[in-house]
């Protein structure tokens, strides 16, 4: 199994798969707003350029769009691959793109998104659990499995309950839609979309079965 990696610095260029919850286990999503605060965020602190305010970058993208001012290319600092945002955690594909990129994101937008919620419903303190937690992927193969593990990792909701709330990038993939993802290094592996959601959905249940046996395994001592 891949190590947890936190305290060694991320290469330019590998990919990771990034996650964390909220702080103990709370919901860090509560209604769609969140969401989509959130993915807005995701994009906007994505630039090797200080934004300051989420409000503050709309305001200048505004005024670009009047012809006001000239749009200068981003420089991104991570490229998503997937995603997953559920109501207590997310997960996310990433390669990094440049020095230090993904401490840079992660640093910008789990402050920026913390300062949004505790506003938003007027509380204190930290809203994650701790730091974000990084795992290497180390080969192809990993890749693929890794990138059908979080697309359809919302799966684990509840239908007509507040688990309602989560939102993945598996609709980039599946139907064409407009997102935030570089869909090219996993689906130019596949002759088109629905083999890849073949692929996927039969991964997904393989490692939601081993999941479960590792925990029953766990529970009868045996050594994993």
């Avoid at 200080?50 to 409000?55: N, T």
């Avoid at 793109?97 to 994101?105: M, V």
Wanted: overall charge positive; hydrophobic content about 35%.
């Amino acid at each position: 199994m891949s190590q947890l990696m936190r305290n060694i610095e991320l290469s330019v260029g590998s990919y990771y798969h990034l996650f964390n919850r909220g702080v103990d286990k709370r919901l860090v999503f509560l209604d769609q707003d969140d969401i989509g605060r959130f993915l807005l965020s995701m994009n906007l602190f994505n630039s090797t350029i200080p934004l300051g305010s989420i409000y503050q970058s709309n305001l200048v993208k505004k005024k670009e769009e009047r012809g006001h001012l000239v749009s200068k290319p981003v420089e991104r600092l991570v490229e998503f691959i997937c995603y997953c945002l559920n109501p207590n955690h997310y997960h996310f594909l990433i390669q990094q793109l440049a020095d230090k990129g993904i401490e840079k994101f992660m640093h910008k937008l789990g402050n920026g998104y913390t300062k949004y919620f505790n506003h938003k419903y007027k509380r204190t303190g930290s809203l994650f659990g701790g730091n974000y937690k990084s795992v290497l992927i180390k080969s192809n193969e990993q890749l693929l499995h890794t990138s059908a593990y979080i697309n359809l990792n919302n799966r684990i909701s509840e239908k007509g309950s507040i688990f309602d709330l989560s939102k993945s990038s598996w609709g980039e993939y599946i139907s064409n839609q407009d997102g935030i993802c570089n869909k090219d290094i996993i689906l130019e592996q596949f002759t088109d979309s629905q083999v890849y959601k073949s692929f996927a959905e039969s991964s997904y249940i393989d490692i939601q079965e081993r999941k479960i046996l590792r925990k029953e395994l766990e529970i009868w001592g045996v050594d994993t």
